[in-house]
């Protein structure tokens, strides 16, 4: 350490960095490389070149539409009375105060990170399902990938945790592109990413459903899909999970979806811009809160309010910005580059209606300016700048797709309330 003076006493500067005891990132709910938790507000995943590239030299454009990049480090295995700990060192800035704790190890002063957050009652109930999928990616990452064999370190990236401030963080990872294989696979690889295109909705929706966590305010727990139930769906089925993916066990959040509706309309303008960026393969994020802030958390009071069915719990009123947005969405143009795309979705839609009748809608969640929510690509190991000129930006289809699906499921409830 070094030293400064104040007021003629010396003391003890802290060290820049500090060692940090990684956890998995149990918000982990798409992927195959295992995501690690450094602190409240930075996660880490294994560095890979074209990847880091993209993250140091991102468009301005798209800045607000990929987490933020906080540099590398290198991750070791250490084995402690016989238990595998996974630890690195970060920037001290990079870990709240709260979560540093000074010990004594081997004679040495060592900076430990851990954590000290507080957790809901509930969360020894969602950890094990929350957590389940990011454990398996580590071990995936040892046994398959080899890391950490004979005690080597690793070299992580880090980057921002998009859900530090959420209570109940819903997610839901889309792989974006009709196309997920670039100019750098091989044969073998892009007959298979070929294939598992052909045979999903990748290649008529242009997104695939690769895992999701959606909170059920009910019963004050999650609900979790991973990869391969993603991969089991046809269109119609897509769009079924992206309805119960904003479903609450109580009422469809059009709010959130309005919100949501939003923010991939400006995406989608700043990938526009963006026209010889090839970003295939990369994978959409939707976030939101799903502890609405007008609820405490459960258990500050009765148990019967969240799903009390009297009248209290069915007298909201719209407001008149909810149903300005409602018309704004529902009037919004169903053009596409692809000419079919329009009519296919269409189709879709009619499927999923149901005989209910008609009824004005009378019932609409609170304003969408309250929602919290959020839209951010991630997993860029792919990323070029040399998209052909005769081509499409791969996203821009899919993202299209994903509007007219959730301006149907929003039209469809207001005329099914």
């Known amino acids: 350490m070094s030293c400064r003076t104040i007021d003629g006493i010396y003391e003890e500067e802290p060290e820049a960095e500090v060692t940090v005891e990684l956890r998995p990132f ?21 560095l890979i070149d074209r990847e880091q590239k993209f993250y140091t030299s991102a468009p301005e454009s798209l800045r607000s539409f990929i987490p933020r990049y906080f540099g590398e480090t290198c991750v070791t295995c250490d084995i402690t009375q016989s238990r595998k700990c996974l630890v690195a060192k970060v920037p ?44 398996s990616c580590i071990e995936r990452q040892i046994t398959r990938y080899g890391f950490w064999a004979n005690n080597q370190p690793q070299k992580f990236i880090m980057l921002e945790n998009l859900v530090k401030d959420y209570k109940r963080p819903c997610l839901m990872d889309l792989k974006m592109g009709k196309r997920q294989f670039g100019s750098d696979s ?15 909705t990748s290649a008529t929706l242009g997104f695939r459903i690769c895992g999701s966590q959606s909170y059920q305010k009910t019963s004050d727990a999650y609900t979790f899909h991973d990869k391969y139930h993603g991969r089991s769906l046809n269109d119609a089925g897509a769009i079924e999970e ?11 959040r059009t709010d959130i979806i309005l919100a949501l509706f939003t923010k991939l309309t400006e ?10 960026l090839d970003l295939h393969s990369a ?5 939101y809160e799903g502890m609405p802030a007008t609820d405490d ?21 719209p407001s008149r910005k909810h149903r300005k947005d409602i018309e704004q969405v529902e009037a919004t143009d169903r053009s596409c580059s692809d000419s079919d795309l329009g009519t296919h979705l269409d189709t879709l839609k009619s499927q999923q209606k149901n005989d209910s009748s008609q009824k004005p809608d009378t019932d609409f969640e609170p304003d969408s300016s309250e929602c919290k929510v959020d839209v951010r690509l991630i997993d860029f190991a792919h ?9 499409e930006n791969p996203i821009v289809f899919g993202l299209k797709s994903i509007q007219v699906i959730l301006r149907d499921l929003v039209s469809q409830h207001s005329i099914t309330k």
């Open 26 to 46: 149990k918000h982990q709910v798409g992927g195959h490389t295992c995501v690690l938790e450094v602190g409240c507000g930075v996660i880490c995943k294994p």
């Open 92 to 135: 001290r800035e990079l870990v709240s105060p709260g979560e540093i704790n000074e010990r004594c190890a081997s004679g040495f002063d060592e900076f430990i990170a851990t954590k000290r957050r507080k957790m809901h009652r509930s969360s020894e109930n969602e950890a094990p399902t929350l957590a389940a999928w990011s454990n």
């Open 186 to 200: 091989d044969a073998e690889k892009r007959k298979l990413l070929e294939s598992r295109c052909a045979s999903s």
């Open 242 to 252: 992206l309805r119960l993916f904003f479903h609450n066990g109580a009422e469809l």
């Open 267 to 276: 995406l989608e303008k700043a990938l526009l811009k963006e026209k010889d």
């Open 283 to 287: 994978s959409l994020l939707l976030i």
């Open 297 to 317: 958390l459960p258990g500050a009071g009765s148990e019967n309010d969240a799903h009390a069915s009297g009248a209290t719990s069915s007298a909201k009123v």
């Open 383 to 391: 990323a070029s700048e040399s998209l052909q000129k005769s081509c």
